[in-house]
């Protein structure tokens, strides 16, 4: 009976300890937009799909950083723009994916 309590009570305190974490990692995430910087990057795979993104971060240096790495380990052609977080918050609310396969429709799948 008592092992059975204490599962429970650990349940519980995981679940709010989750429900807490969550809420405040939102709520960065939301501060990030507004007052951060964001990092538009985009380019080509080796198979010719077009893919773009829009990271956040509180600093130009940390998204500077992102970006050389993402650049580094690319697979084909790849850029990017560091912008204020309002700008990248307004680029993810009109952005539309491209999802034509240029590689399968130059094959003439």
């Known amino acids: 009976m ?3 309590i204490r599962w429970r009570i650990r349940e519980i305190n995981q679940a709010v300890r989750l429900f807490v ?3 405040f990692y939102r709520a960065g995430e939301a501060l990030k937009g507004r007052f951060g910087v964001a990092l538009i990057s985009g380019g080509t795979d080796c ?8 990271r956040f971060f509180w ?3 940390g998204a500077q950083a992102d970006l ?5 380990w690319a697979d084909g052609p790849m850029g990017g723009e ?3 977080g309002r700008e990248g ?8 994916a491209d999802t034509r396969d ?8």
């Open 47 to 54: 198979d010719g799909m077009r893919w773009a993104n829009c």
């Open 59 to 61: 600093t130009r240096k």
């Open 2 to 4: 008592a092992d059975n």
């Open 89 to 96: 918050v307004a680029w993810e609310a009109d952005y539309v």
């Open 102 to 109: 240029r590689f399968a429709e130059a094959a003439g799948y």
């Open 21 to 23: 974490w969550r809420r």
């Open 82 to 84: 560091i912008v204020p």
């Open 68 to 72: 050389d790495g993402a650049c580094e």
